[in-house]
Every structure is written in C-alpha cells, then in structure tokens.
C-alpha cells in the first residue's frame, strides 16, 4: 500500500539541536513555563491520567453490570463509580482533551503565532485544572460522590451525604481553567494572526476552535454560577432550588442545561477540526466546500445556545417551549450532516492514502454519523418520552463523545505526534490499536442501543434478568476497546525514545506547523511568517518543495 | 533554515527589535499589539462575568415574577441609606480609579499611588458597610437557611405601617428574595475583595515604578474590571433595594 | 450441547429466550410511537449507508495506488444546498412526526379515570379513585385510557412504562401527568428512570393489565373501606376548611361545589382553570392563587398535610357536587362546640370583617 509519509533518512537524521524540548530541563522549567507547547504537553499527560481514572471507573460500571443482581458492589457504591465517571470524563478528559492539548499545542503556531496570547494565564488554566482533578481526586479518596455528574437538585443538595461540596467546587475550578483556554483561543485568533493569515486562509481546525471557546467563554459560567448555588443550598441552606422554601429545582435544570447542552459542542467541535486537517492532509485535498465547513462549526456554536431544553422534554416544560427546543435541534442537527457530507467529498478524486490517523478519521466518520442521528431520534419529542434516561441516550451520546470526539483525540494524536516529539509511532501497530478500538468500541455501544429501547434504564445497578445478553456483550466490548486504549499509551511511549525520526513535514501536509522543525524552537518561528497562499493548498506545498529541491540541490 | 521559515519576507525592520522595551513580551510583534490584545481579553474576560451574574440575574427575574409580594416585603427590610452610600462610595471609587489611570497615562507616579490608594480605602468602606448590613440581616433573623425567621412578614412592621403583614405562605417565600439577595450581593462582595487584593499588588508595584514608564495596560485592565464590578452593583441596588418601594 | 460449557450453554439459551430487539406493543400509544421509531431508523440506515459508500467508494476509487495525483476542488454549491436541504427535510419530518406524537402521549383524552401515583425514596406509591392503595405495582383495566397524576414528596423521579412507550418525570412540588390505555393483557416493567439516589435501580415495579370484569373483581378485593374523595371530606372536615368554604351564599371562602375544571377570576385579574395542581397549590400556597371577590385570608397548609392527604382533598373537591353535606358537617359542629358566628352577609363586608378579626386566621 503505497504512503505519503517521507522521512528523512533514518541514518544521517537526527532531532534538531535547539527545540522548545530541550530549552531548559528540570521540573523548574517544565511547571512555570509559559511556552504553550510544553503547557500542552503538561495537559496531555494530566488528562492521559484522569482519561485512565475514568475508565477505570467504566471499567467498574461494566462489569458490575455483567450480572442482573448488585453482586460485584453495593448499589450505592455503583452509584458512586458512574459518578466519578462521569464527573471524570466530562469535566477532566473530554471538554480539555482537544482543544487543551493539540489545540494548545498547534493552534498559535497554525495563525503564525509565537505563542497564545496570554501565555500566564494559559498557565493558570493547567494549574486550575490541576486544581480540580485533584480536588475530584480527593472527593473520591475521602468517599466518593453519587450525584451522577449532572448533580440534580434536590437529590444533590439535600439527600445525598456524600462530597456533593467538593466535587461541585472541583468542577467549578476545573470550568475555570476551561475558561481561560477558551479566552486564550478566541484573543488569539483575533489578535496574534501573522500577516497574510486571513480569516479565510485559517486551517478549519482554527475555526472549530474558535467555534469552541466562543461556548467555553459564554457557557462555563453560568455552570460556574449554578454549581456556587448549590454549594450554597447545601452548605447553609439558601432556598433557590429548594421546593420547601419556594424554590424551583426546574431551574436547576435549565440552568445547567445552559451550560451542559454547549459543553457537547464543547467537546465535539475540537474534534470536527482535528477531522478536517487529516482527511484533508491523507487525500491530498483542499476540504470540500470550506466556507461551508467553517460556517457549520460557527453555526453550531450559535444553535447550541438554544437547544438545552430538550433535555427536558419529559419534566413538564409547556408544550409550545418543547416545540420550539425540539425545532432548534433539529437544524442544530444540519451543520453537523453538512460537515460529515462535505468530508465524505474531500476524497473525491483525492489521492488518499491510509495513515493511522486517517483510519481514527474513518473511524469517526461512521461513529459519529451514527451518534448524531441517533440524538434525531432524542431531538423528535415524542420518540424522546420513550428514549430519554435509557440505554439509548448513554449509547447515544457515547457514539458522539467516545465514537467521535475520542477517535477524532487518537487521529490528532497520531497526526500531531511527530511534530510533538519530532519521531514517529510504529505504523502497524497504531493501524491495529485503531481497528481494535473500533471493534471493541461498536461492541460496547451498540448493543446499549437496543437494551435502550427495551427500556432499561441508565444509572440501574441492578436490572431485570431478560437484559442480561446484551449487556454481557456490552462488557466484553468494554475489555476490548480497553486494550484499544492501553495500546497507544505503551507504543506512544516506546516511540519517544525509539520512534523514527519524523522529518519536519512526514505528511507532507499543508499546515503552517509542518513548514517548521518538528519538534518547534521554543518561539515557533525564526521569524514572523508572512502567508501568502490559501489553507491547504498542496500546489503551493508542491510548488515551495520543488523551489527547494532546485535552490539546494 | 529552509525547513524553518515559512515565508520569508521579514515584516518589521530588524532595526527595531533592538529598541524592544522590556515591557514588550517577546510574542507580540510591537507594542501597540500588546495593548490591544490585553484589551480584547479583558474585555472578553468582563463578558464571561456577565454570563457569571446573568445567571443569578435570570434567577431573580423569575422569583420576582412568581413571588412579588414577598420581594416586596424583603427590599423594605434593606436600608435604602446605607445601600445610597454605598452607591456613591462605589461610584467615587470608579471616579478615583480612573484619575488612577490617567495618572498612569500622564506617567504620574505618586499621583497614582494616591489615587490607587483612594481606590482601596472607597472599596474598604463599601465593604465594612456591607458587613454592617449583613450584620443586620443575621440579627434580624433573614438569613436563610441560618437563621431565618418569617417573624418580621407576618406582623405589622411600625416602620412601614402602610406594608400589610404577609400571609404565611407568601412569607415564606421572603426566603427566595434574602437567597438571592445574599448570592449576588455576596457574589459581588466577593468581587470587591478580589479587586482590593488586586489593588494592593498594584500599589506596590506602582511604588517600584512599574506603570509609569510607558506601559500602563494592567492599572487600564484592572480599571475595567473596577467598573465592571462598580456597574454590577448600579444593577443590583434599583433591583434589590429601589424598585418595589412604591407599588 | 452443553459439554461445551454450561455456562456459555446457559448464556445461548438465555440468549435465544429472551433476544427482542422491540419492548412488548402494549399500548395504544405503542404502535405510534414504534411506526416514528421504524422511521427514523430507516432514515438513519440510509444517512449511514450513504456516507459508509461513499467514504468506502472514494477510498477504493481515489487511492494513492489508482489516482496518484488529486484533482483540487473548491466546492459545490448545488452539491451542498443538496445535502443542507435534504436532511433538513428529513428532520423537519421527523420534528413534526415527533410533535404529534408527544401531544398524543401528553394530552389525555376526557374521559381517562385517574390514579395517584406518588414517588418517594424508593418506592411507588400508587392510590386509586376508590381507595385501593398499591406499592409498587399498578392495576390498571384493559382498553380503558387512564390518566396518572403525580407528585414526588422528595427528589425527582420518572415514571416509565416502556411496553407503552410512555414516560414522565415525577417532581417534587408539582403534579405532572401521563395517560394510556392498555391494549394486552399482562405484566409489565415499571422503572424509575430518573436517577433518585442509592436504591435507585430497586425503585421498580409491575404494571398488570387486567381484563375489565377482572379488574373491578380486584378493586372489589383489595379496597381499604374509604375511596379516597371520602378520606378527602374527613381531612376537609378535621381541617376545618368547611368553616370558610361551606357554599352559602355569605362564606368567606369560594364554594367549592362543581368548581372543578372551571375558569375562575383571580384577584390580579387573570383567569385560571382550576385543575388538580391549581386545587394543590391553592391549599399550599393560597396568596398566590386569590381568587377575585375574596379577602386573602385563608392560611396555608405547608408542611401539615402529607401528599396522600392533599391527593385525598383534590379528589374530594374534583367529585363535590354539592355543599349539603358540608353544611350538615358544620352544623354539627357548630352545634356541638358553637365556635364562631357566622360571617357577615356580603362579600364586601367580608373584607372588612377579614380586616378586622385577624384571629379568625389560623396560623
């Protein structure tokens, strides 16, 4: 199978002298650092650690449900394990894991940037979040939470005896380190583009980010203002939620629903950009339709400000309000479609090529086109009353965070690797973790689909006998996709020291960050560049390579 | 080096890069790129604030809807004179603020310390008088959850003698109202005693000289932060105290 | 077979007694709700077949191997309008499909009858018209629409049937409702789907579908002696809710009689239709429910009346068809204690005697 990748000659080639890697050793250098690379690499191997804490915790849940009674653990201590899974995943995985790692990583370099705008306060964010896993971690250590992570009112603040406080406040720092990314970004992207860099000539990965922090800045808030709420209701008792003192826990709900139905976007947008760089790069292809592309991302941001009450479709909303949520959902709907349609056009008449990272991308494709036309079925209401709070919507929305926004975080991963760490993963390796991933991962998930219309509930310790097939497979799946995961960790560490030498530019891609040494000098760029050619245009790379070729040799 | 540069025309004289003054971080390509950027955050950063309030703001809205008498109620047991003062105290200290800013600008610097330190002493007594009023409230009885007591809605109060007693019910809705009254005026509090901590760190700083040589974006930034937090409470005192006084 | 292994043995027949892919139809909501569900997958099967050959078509077609150098294209308009129009009109089917069918889950037909169900840590609670108190089980009649009205007295919960495909969040503070009708006889998954706490998964239960003549032979069986709008008139009477709401002419409180799904003038001069949550609240939170023409006298009743007792006076005032027995309930009374005189003759007057004798308000 013929490749794009080039590397240069593994005999004579060597890691550059002077890179933001070897700038200064010591932990010293590393924790008070403002260079936006290493703060990346600080997040990547912080949010590595919580992603393993999480999935323990899967791990747990899954296997507790191998059998219909609570045998493994009591039911309260099931309740506590899908809670700090939860809590985990959302907060301290998923909403940093692209944007915090590869976006704090590539996203200045690919505006011409030396670095993000405030790099202190980027710093600041690494320590919030350091903040919160800890505080989660300590919440866990001094006896968990069984909140679940959306922490309901009045079960949250008056019912619970377990660190209900702790794990609010840890969220609560946790969304401020989101909130300062996201400042970062959007300041960035206005402020410190180089000259040339048009807002049109942004790689779409850039604007998926920006897309990205517009919700991370307008919505972490507000959660930020209901999480000091409940504290408040249950640390002393104030009635804003409280229905004994005339509060609504309805609220509550529209509340956190303002941020939590965003933090979707949150999660997904990043990952919708890092899809576009790949399947762009792996086809030799400018994306299909960019504006169109860079728009939905905009578009999506817009729309999921006005989407959070279908979460809400069975607690007695007025009629006409669930109308209008479920209407808004479903175009919320549309620029996703349109992405995926204008994806699958990139490779027409493409050269494409099946790097690991491409097949994460496939891989994304097909899970996330299934997870978002599954959240139809949720967004269509009365399919909803039968749907919502069973299997369906965890597979649901696992299809879209796990099946999407996971696969799309390994393909950066992959994709950025070598210029992260200037080598190379092994090839057949990554490409088998990627099936294995994919297997393990349709065999976790989609039987959940079918156990939801059945009508198991989520969140059961304990379920009725007649479930207990499709949740074994369910649990085998989990074991796969468990070595899915544990694959790349080991291989990713072994190619620090042993990887191949990767070259500056091995995809031969488009990007400003591959028209530099991998890994980056600490200032990214010698000088500021001056752009004067379209994002990903692979003539212009062609054109500059042979004036290269001709000048030098 | 090919593999390193993009493309290649340098943008500014490499003369100048010679003249970089320390304040200019190495990121920004001048100065002027600087300022505005850290503008833009801070200005970026007041809008995530609002979204922070707007949530208790959103909160209020609907109580108020649903409860009115009992809004009603809970604003008279506020201190209209002591809220009023504490209005022109924060509006003062907005007004010393920015002279602390022009000063800045005008590269004054003991001017500056004074008129920070205006700006402490003006967010120290809007404080010290919110605590007096706090102290009320606990003595009174209309801390929820604390200590309340409906005890003042459902008798006669002599110092509003056209204010009818409440029924029990509606009375204890005042419980809603003083919440939300100890959210965001502590929300805001909390704002301030940020604001003076921050204060302080510039007084000192400003001693050693440091945003009179030309480079001022912190005292402008924190200047913004002043107001935004002055401007918060321009809409909590109508909203709390002022607008159910005459129904 | 099963030298294999017993377990795996066990598992393949459990596996081949049990796979469904498909809840039991058992409701006549059911094949609604399964016809939109057989859509959307179709849609969904499509959606998926199309990007599936599409990615695999152009990744055969446009290999490196086949198609070494790629064609740059910038986009297409009409392709994109194609494929933003397209599915839009699909989820817009979807959208108006799933409208419908949520009004036809949430709005009850006239002549459902009614039974209480109350959701607490974790059990089910459910209380028929005629008395006939369950836990955590339901018996319902066949063919026969019934209409669930229901509280939580604690956290939230969900009530969900999934072989009627219906569904709702049971909320501390305030009534919400469900209603189907029952078209196969049997039993039933009851689940709460809300999360509500440690025994959440035990807070389950059976929904039996019996035939009509069976039923009534159940109600018949399992009756406790009161129907619940009889517990309601005794609470009524304890409470001494007759003293202002007796339906003569100079009470101080509105006649109650046949004031059920009425619309009725507020004092702020708005209109409500008083339903079972209009009756709850009134009672719990009587100054925000004042209706036009009388004084605000009447003292709440929060924290004094469990949920059971506040379903037992709903019940009662929805089924009063006269004040007679009420009037006799306080004669009686006054007779026995002779307490306090009648009020004034006008309702004019009753404000100012409101006004006046304050202590004729209990607190």
Known sequence: ?553 | MDSQAIATQPVEDHAEHAHHPPYLRHHFANLEQQKETSTFGMWLFLLTEIMFFGGLFCAYLIYRNWYYPAFVAGSHQLSILLGAINTAVLICSSFTMAMGVHAAEMRWRKPLIGWLLATIALGCVFLGIKAVEYNEKWEKHHVPGLNFSVDSFVHQDPHYPEDKPLPLDMAEKTQVYFSLYFAMTGMHALHMVIGVSLLIILVVRAWQGAYTQGHMTTVENFGLYWHFVDIVWIFLFPLLYLISRHQ | MHFISPVLWQFLVNWLTHFALFPPEASSIAPHADALYFFLVAISLVGLVLVLALVAGFSFLYRKERNPEATQIEGSTLLEATWTIIPLALFMVAFVWGALLYFRIYNPPTNAMNIYVVGKQWMWKAEHPGGQHEINSLHIPLGRPVQLTMISQDVFHSFSIPAFRVKREVIPGRYTTVWFEATQEGTYHLFCTQYCGTLHSQMIGTITVMKPADYEAWTEGSTSGMSLAQNGERLYASLGCNACHSGSATARGPNLAEVYMTKVQMSNGSYSTVDDAFLRDSILNPTMHQMAGYAPIMPTYQGQISEEGLIDLVEYIKKLNSNYRIQQTLNTTQVQSSVQSPAPSTQGRAQQAAQTAPGMVKP
């Open chain 1, 1 to 553: 199978m013929s490749t794009i990748v080039s590397l240069p000659d593994q005999t004579t080639a060597t890691l550059p002298k002077r890179s933001y890697l070897n700038d200064g050793y010591g932990l010293k250098s590393w924790l008070l650092t403002g260079d936006h690379k290493r703060i990346a690499i600080l997040y990547l191997i912080s949010i590595t650690f919580f992603f393993f804490i999480g999935g323990f915790f899967a791990g747990m849940v899954r296997l507790e449900l191998l059998t219909p009674p609570t045998d493994l653990m009591a039911a309260d201590t099931y309740n506590k394990m899908f809670t700090m899974h939860g809590i985990v995943m959302v907060f301290l995985f998923l909403v940093p894991s692209v944007p915090a790692t590869i976006g704090n990583f590539v996203l200045p370099i690919m505006v011409g940037a030396k670095d993000l705008a405030f790099p202190k306060i980027n710093l600041l964010s690494w320590y919030l979040y350091v903040v919160g896993g800890v505080m989660t971690l300590a919440a866990l250590i001094l006896g968990g939470v069984d909140t679940g992570w959306t922490f309901t009112t009045p079960l949250s603040t008056h019912y619970l005896n377990t660190h209900v406080v702790t794990a609010g406040l840890a969220v609560f720092v946790a969304g401020f380190s989101s909130i300062f990314t996201g400042l970062n970004f959007i300041v960035t992207v206005h402020r410190m583009r180089a000259p040339g860099m048009t807002w049109f000539r942004l790689p779409l990965f850039v604007w998926s980010h920006y897309a990205a922090s517009v919700l991370m800045v307008l919505g972490t808030p507000v959660l930020a203002i209901t999480l000091v709420l409940v504290v408040l209701e249950r640390v002393i008792g104030i009635g804003v939620f409280d229905p004994a003192k005339g509060g609504d826990p309805l609220l509550f709900q529209h509340l956190f629903w303002f941020y939590s139905h965003p933090a979707v976007y949150i999660m997904i947008l990043p990952g919708m950009g890092v899809i576009s760089e790949v399947i762009s790069t792996f086809s030799r292809k400018r994306v299909f339709g960019y504006t169109a592309v860079a728009f939905s991302s905009v578009a999506i941001a817009v729309f999921a400000f006005f989407v959070w009450a279908h979460h809400m479709f069975i607690m007695g909303i007025s009629n006409y309000s669930a109308l209008v949520f479920s209407l808004l959902t479903m175009l919320v709907a549309v620029p996703s479609a349109i992405k995926i349609f204008n994806w699958s056009f990139t490779l027409y008449k493409g050269s494409i090529t099946f790097e690991t990272p491409m097949l994460y991308a496939f891989g994304f494709m097909g899970l996330f086109t299934i997870g978002g036309l599954t959240g139809v079925f949720l967004g269509s209401m009365g399919m909803d009353i039968h749907l919502t709070e069973t299997y369906f919507i965890v597979a649901h929305f696992h299809f879209v965070m796990v099946g999407g926004m996971l696969m799309a975080f390994l393909s950066g991963v992959h994709f950025w690797w070598p210029k992260m760490t200037g080598r190379m993963y092994p090839e057949g390796l990554s490409k088998l973790a990627a099936l294995v991933t994919f297997i393990g991962f349709n065999l976790t998930f989609f039987p959940q689909f079918i156990l939801g219309y059945l009508g198991m509930p989520r969140r059961y310790a304990a379920y009725p006998p007649e479930f207990q097939v499709l949740n074994v497979l369910s649990t085998a799946g989990a074991t796969v996709l468990g070595v899915g995961y544990l694959l790349p960790m080991l291989y990713l560490t072994w190619s620090l020291k042993y990887g191949k030498i990767a070259g500056p530019n091995p995809w031969q891609a488009t990007g400003l960050e591959w028209q530099i040494q991998s890994p980056p000098i600490t200032s990214n760029f010698e000088e500021t560049p001056v752009i004067d050619y379209e994002a990903y245009d692979y003539e212009w790379l062609a054109n500059k390579t042979r004036h290269e070729v001709q000048t030098v040799g």
